[in-house]
């Protein structure tokens, strides 16, 4: 069972940045892909951004292209989602998930095991 653990939400103005952290639990971290979701209020969980076990290979939704970059630092089991010129339709509840194998997904079903959510709120 793998727990992961996310930090960093918060309240931010629009254009503003924000870094989203998730910890994760276990000794296979690095063998596996890591993906950031996002729930906005009436809306379907979508994909953010999605990183392969090596950090080779990245994914990016449109709507975030060249905003958000996600990295991941197999030593420290941590992924990251850097989040600038943040927008008011960026407000949603931010998970991490993390993948059934090495290559991302943008499927929800692509991942095992998810993180509890972290709020991230932009004003404008």
């Known amino acids: 069972q793998v727990q992961l653990v996310e930090s960093g939400g918060g309240l931010v103005q629009a254009g503003g940045s924000l870094r989203l952290s998730c910890a994760a639990s276990?000794?296979?971290?690095?063998?596996?892909?890591m993906g950031w979701f996002r729930q906005a209020p009436g809306k379907e969980r979508e994909v953010v951004a999605a990183?392969?076990?090596?950090?080779?290979?990245?994914y990016y939704a449109d709507s975030v292209k060249g905003r958000f970059t996600i990295s991941r630092d197999n030593a420290k089991n941590t992924v990251y989602l850097q989040m600038n010129s943040l927008k008011p339709e960026d407000t949603a509840v931010y998970y991490c998930?993390?993948?059934?194998?090495?290559?991302?997904?943008?499927?929800?079903?692509?991942?095992?095991?998810w993180g509890q959510g972290t709020q991230v709120t932009v004003s404008s």
């Open positions: 998930a993390y993948g059934k194998g090495g290559f991302w997904s943008v499927r929800i079903s692509g991942y095992k095991y």
């Open positions: 276990g000794r296979t971290f690095s063998s596996y892909a």
């Open positions: 990183i392969s076990w090596s950090g080779s290979s990245t």
